[in-house]
């Protein structure tokens, strides 16, 4: 028996969340059989899941089997037409996801966007600005900047004016950290690397573009070009395949990434990790698919598993080191796409080598692939 073991908390949310996660655990079976590795997966509630359930959106026990764990697995979480129903700090994204982030200091946020050439179709730009594909890696500090910089408030003024505050703060020392993320990453790909600012508007911008520009001097072997981010939001449009390794600070990066994400065709298409270190030193990563909970298609069989599949793949790389496997799942994803498996949001009625399959035959389809 194999000594190694691997703890996963499956937190599925809601909407979708449970078939994806559904799908992405088969595939992680599937690997655990043909590499020799054990891995308990524990379910546990979270989002409206877990409010319903146990009253929170991040139940005590929940988060309490994440401190036990390994690794996150995460679905997806937030259903907006509940939301009028409480609180705006106990709704599922800032109770549970940002609360998860800050739980366990997962400051870097890693994006893969490619285009396989068999989905150029579901792309919306012309082949022409497709080039030899779209591949580029999304960096994004995940724990500062607006979204938890404080005071973060909305209140009345004398004049009885209502005012809404955020703070964006950042640090140096945080900034370097997501850099030499950015960087050794850019070491394995193409060795270039855009970084993201304002820096001709706002005073962070000029404090990132300076630390990212003394971590470079690390990296001499990396290429590094710094772009605004509304020229940024432009490019990825223009010329998406001028980018390889995009670092963005928190707001910027979550609006970037997904703007990057439609040119993968489709938001099911999109994996994250989530990465934060351990007092051992060990990586301890959150793995989601970047799509929301689409309520409109839960439990219909029609959600796209791949993004969540992928982020296994992420996983088994990233938290636990096992590189055969995550090479092995994202090859079965590529086999189950050139033999024409689509879910309805990358399926082509044009193509006649597609064939429109739901969120069980598509996962059934790589699983298979897996252990082939």
């Known amino acids: 028996m194999s000594n190694r073991k691997y703890k996963i908390a499956a937190l599925a949310g809601d909407g979708i969340g449970p078939e994806v996660v559904r799908e992405a655990m088969k595939v ?183 630390v990212v520009s003394k971590v470079s001097a690390d990296y001499p072997e990396v290429t590094v070009e710094h772009m605004f981010v509304d020229n940024a939001a432009m490019q990825l449009l223009l010329k998406p395949t001028q980018f390889d390794v995009v670092l963005c600070e928190n707001m910027f990066g979550d609006i970037l990434s997904d703007e990057a994400a439609a040119l993968a065709g489709s938001l099911g298409m999109l994996p994250s990790a989530s990465l934060g270190v351990t007092s051992d030193e060990k990586t301890f990563g959150f793995y989601e698919p970047a799509g929301g909970t689409a309520p409109d298609i839960a439990g219909k069989d029609l959600a796209n598993p791949i993004a969540q599949i992928l982020s296994t793949a992420m996983m088994l790389r990233h938290s636990f080191g096992e590189n055969e496997a995550a090479d092995t799942i994202e090859k079965a994803v590529v086999f189950a796409i050139t033999q024409g498996l689509r879910t309805g949001d990358i399926y082509n009625s044009d193509d006649p080598n597609a064939h429109q399959v739901g969120t069980t035959a598509m996962g059934d389809a790589i699983a298979e692939a897996v252990v082939a």
């Open 28 to 210: 992680l079976r599937a690997t655990e059989n043909k590499f020799d590795f054990q891995l308990e997966i524990t379910e546990a509630p979270v989002g409206w899941a877990g409010i319903d359930e146990l009253g929170k959106a991040l139940p005590d026990d929940t988060l309490k089997l994440c401190r036990s764990s390994d690794s996150i697995l995460f679905g997806s979480v937030g259903l907006p037409e509940r939301d009028p129903t409480i609180p705006k700090e106990e709704r599922p994204e800032r109770a549970a996801l940002l609360a998860l982030r800050k739980e366990f200091g997962l400051f870097a946020n890693l994006r893969p966007v490619k285009l396989p050439k068999e989905l150029s179709h579901a792309c919306p730009l012309k082949a022409e600005r497709q080039g030899e594909g779209i591949d580029m890696l999304v960096v994004r500090e995940l724990t500062g900047g607006m979204y938890f910089g404080q005071p973060k408030t909305t209140e009345t003024l004398d004049n009885g004016e209502i005012q809404a505050i955020d703070t964006m703060i950042y640090s140096s020392s945080e900034i370097e950290r997501i850099a030499h993320v950015a960087f050794k990453s850019a070491q394995l790909r193409r060795k270039h690397l855009t970084s993201i600012d304002k820096a001709n508007v706002l005073e962070n911008g000029v404090l990132w573009r300076e």
